[in-house]
């Protein structure tokens, strides 16, 4: 009898195979990756579902539905999602639709492999040919990752009692040894595939686990999970997603966290898995995908160690929306167990605690998330619209206030509002959200910040700041900040160490690699800001930012044509109108005259940078003026005079030290100045 298309499947014709050749390729199932020519082709977590259910119905042709129920099990996938899948497969196989080498389609109906296939044994490690469908003795019923034998290979988990296979694999021998070895191993199996639902849970027919044992884990990196809905404006909840998981686990203090800052880079990257491993120096990846219907969100998480690309743990999640922060919470114990972390009573409390919020409220904070990262001052100003609406819906929701703080602070940093209507706005929200919930790092941030630059409220800054890391060990946004109040209070030493700790957590984020230089800077270590600030153009060659550091630092070493060129460089990438009158007032009257025209250009809009330039220029009169004016306006850069190479020329002046004074500093405990 003629097998029935998309019934019969490799997965019939072969016992426990470790994996497959199709054509050039090298399937291996255990370690989930591809080979062509000892070279391994990185492919997404669907995209290798989607080759593997190919591989087992071929020749078969499966239809969409029989696509979306192996590929997608318990979700409605729209064709569009499933073609979009297949072009980026064939993408990565380097494989043509119009003249296909391993998937052909059928215009409506579905897709098929044309390849020849082979079975890798894992006792041979080569393949073996497979037995014509025609000629299968026996048939089992198609059910995605519930054969046994499958199951043992993949490091898959049985989800049920009732997924256990329906017919034993066909015996190698004949006779009473051959059925009595049968029977022995149908045994084993079945009393194996008991024993995971007894200790996994059967309650939970749509989650996968593996049983693989991982090594021990040291740090990772949650990679951006990637947006399976087919709607690209979906995006932003993925995004969202990959930040809560990442928050979650940046909880536990010996565990290093890469931050969603640099993880950030790798979204849509070609590069490897242990490339990546390499470039961010973690022990394993976290990587997944995300479905989001209409009231139901589903998860992928695989959990891979980063040197060898051997994957070590996964699982599937499905619920609904509105349980949305318990499923995110779950995810991150699972991941926890899996790497053998300790956590402290505190840290394992923080993990388990369920925090209930609207889903429109939750949707409202998932897109202000995703404006705010951009780091654009259009960005604040959406993601402090989205933050309002999230608060509105849910009053009780004290991440959105701590971020609406966080998005005020950002505003009047970036000049987009005043900091006297701004800073207000900013303390109300925080304390809304720690008397909501004190556990909360994303709030004691913020509050640091403005006991430290508002308030000038030295110690409680700085109680608030370790707060902030103590709940959070790698939110490196805390450290870089508790860094600039380290520098502020003199104590350089401690300040480089919280600043290369921010880094080590988020080293592709431009502001970490630039306040290392201007710590090095303040340190008066000159040489080593410039060498910090040249890594720094490697990673970010269009941002204006180092070329002003490093311009400061050549006017320390006086290399003033140096300085001249890099703040030239920085107007440009800045699109600054007065760059060419700049440059003839240096051709007219040197480096000197630069500074007059640049003092004139600025009219105090930076009055520390104004302060910067008359300085450098011995203008006391001037320099102070534009000193005094920072403090009345508790302009944050004010802060920083002790410390800055820049106005050591005036530093004896008593007006100066009447100044430091006045802002109350306390004594530090090591001032080289």
């Known amino acids: 009898m003629a097998p029935q298309a998309g019934t019969t499947n490799i997965r019939d014709l072969t016992p426990d195979p470790a994996g497959y050749q199709v054509?050039?390729?090298?399937?291996?199932?255990?370690?989930?990756?591809?080979?062509?020519?000892?070279?391994?082709?990185?492919?997404?977590?669907?995209?290798?579902?989607?080759?593997?259910?190919?591989?087992?119905?071929?020749?078969?042709?499966?239809?969409?539905?029989?696509?979306?129920?192996?590929?997608?099990?318990?979700?409605?996938?729209?064709?569009?999602?499933?073609?979009?899948?297949?072009?980026?497969?064939?993408?990565?196989?380097?494989?043509?639709?119009r003249a296909p080498r391993y998937i052909e389609g059928v215009r409506g109906r579905g897709y098929r492999l044309v390849a020849e296939v082979r079975a890798l044994t894992e006792r041979q490690g080569t393949p073996e040919s497979i037995v014509p469908p025609s000629l299968k003795e026996t048939k089992e019923e198609e059910s995605p990752n519930v054969h046994a034998g499958i199951a043992a290979t993949e490091g898959v988990a049985v989800s049920s009692p009732s997924a256990a296979p329906s017919a034993a694999p066909r015996l190698a021998k004949s006779g009473p040894l051959g059925w009595i070895g049968g029977t022995l191993i149908m045994v084993a199996l079945l009393a194996a595939s008991w024993a995971i639902v007894y200790y996994r849970g059967a309650s939970k027919p749509t989650e996968r686990t593996s049983v693989v044992v991982s090594p021990v884990i040291h740090s990772l990196v949650v990679l951006p999970l990637e947006n399976l809905s087919g709607d690209k404006e979906q995006e932003y909840f993925a995004d969202g997603m990959t930040d809560a998981l990442t928050t979650d686990l940046a909880q536990i203090g010996s565990l290093r966290v890469i931050s969603r800052t640099s993880a950030m880079h790798f979204k849509g990257s070609k590069e490897t898995l242990p490339e990546i491993g390499r470039d961010l120096q973690v022990d394993a990846v976290v990587e997944g995908t995300v479905t989001r219907g209409e009231n139901r969100v589903r998860v992928t998480a695989q959990l891979v160690e980063a040197s060898s690309d051997h994957h070590l743990w996964a699982r599937t999640y499905e619920r609904d929306l509105k349980n949305v922060l318990a499923l995110q919470d779950e995810i991150a114990q699972d991941i926890t167990e899996q790497i053998r972390v300790k956590l402290t009573p505190k840290e394992r409390s923080l993990l388990i605690q369920v925090h209930a919020v609207d889903p429109q409220a939750y949707d409202a904070y998932l897109r202000g998330r995703y404006w705010f990262s951009l780091g654009t001052r259009e960005g604040a100003w959406k993601a402090l619209d989205y933050f309002q609406k999230a608060i509105a819906k849910d009053p009780k929701y004290a991440l959105a206030y701590a971020n609406l703080a966080a998005s005020f602070l950002g505003l009047g940093n970036s000049g987009g509002l005043p900091f006297k209507e701004t800073t207000p706005k900013a303390r109300e929200a925080v304390v809304k959200a720690l008397a909501l919930d004190p556990s909360l790092a994303e709030a004691h941030t913020p509050l640091a910040y403005i006991k430290f630059c508002i308030d000038w409220d030295w110690s409680g800054a700085e109680a608030e700041y370790k707060q902030a890391t103590a709940l959070n060990p790698n939110n490196a946004s805390a450290h870089h900040y508790y860094s600039e109040y380290l520098v502020v209070m003199g104590r350089l030493d401690e300040a480089m160490k919280e600043s290369e700790h921010a880094q080590d957590l988020d080293p592709l984020s431009w502001s970490n690699t630039w306040w290392l230089g201007q710590?090095?800077?303040?340190?008066?270590?000159?040489?080593?800001?410039?060498?910090?600030?040249?890594?720094?153009?490697?990673?970010?060659?269009?941002?204006?930012?180092?070329?002003?550091?490093?311009?400061?630092?050549?006017?320390?070493?006086?290399?003033?044509?140096?300085?001249?060129?890099?703040?030239?460089?920085?107007?440009s990438l800045n699109k600054d109108p007065n760059v060419t009158a700049l440059a003839e007032a240096y051709k007219r009257s040197g480096y000197r005259g630069y500074l007059l025209k640049e003092a004139q250009v600025l009219k105090l809009a930076n009055p520390p940078y104004a302060a910067h330039i008359y300085a450098l220029l011995n203008d006391e009169a001037r320099a102070m003026t534009a000193l005094e004016w920072s403090y009345n306006e508790r302009y944050p850069g004010i802060l920083?005079?002790?410390?800055?190479?820049?106005?050591?020329?005036?530093?004896?002046?008593?007006r100066f030290r009447d100044l430091v004074r006045r802002i109350g500093f306390p004594q530090p405990s090591s001032d080289k100045n």
């Open 23 to 97: 054509d050039d390729l090298i399937i291996d199932l255990a370690p989930r990756r591809v080979r062509r020519a000892g070279t391994v082709i990185p492919l997404k977590a669907l995209s290798f579902d989607l080759l593997v259910a190919l591989v087992r119905a071929a020749p078969s042709l499966l239809s969409f539905d029989q696509l979306s129920e192996r590929v997608w099990p318990g979700l409605v996938v729209t064709p569009e999602t499933i073609v979009q899948r297949v072009k980026l497969l064939r993408s990565d196989l380097g494989d043509d639709p």
């Open 640 to 654: 920083f005079l002790r410390t800055a190479p820049e106005l050591d020329s005036i530093r004896s002046s008593p």
């Open 519 to 571: 710590v090095l800077y303040h340190a008066r270590r000159f040489d080593d800001a410039l060498r910090q600030n040249r890594r720094g153009l490697e990673m970010h060659p269009d941002n204006a930012e180092f070329y002003w550091a490093m311009a400061d630092v050549y006017e320390q070493k006086k290399m003033f044509a140096e300085a001249f060129a890099a703040r030239q460089h920085a107007l």
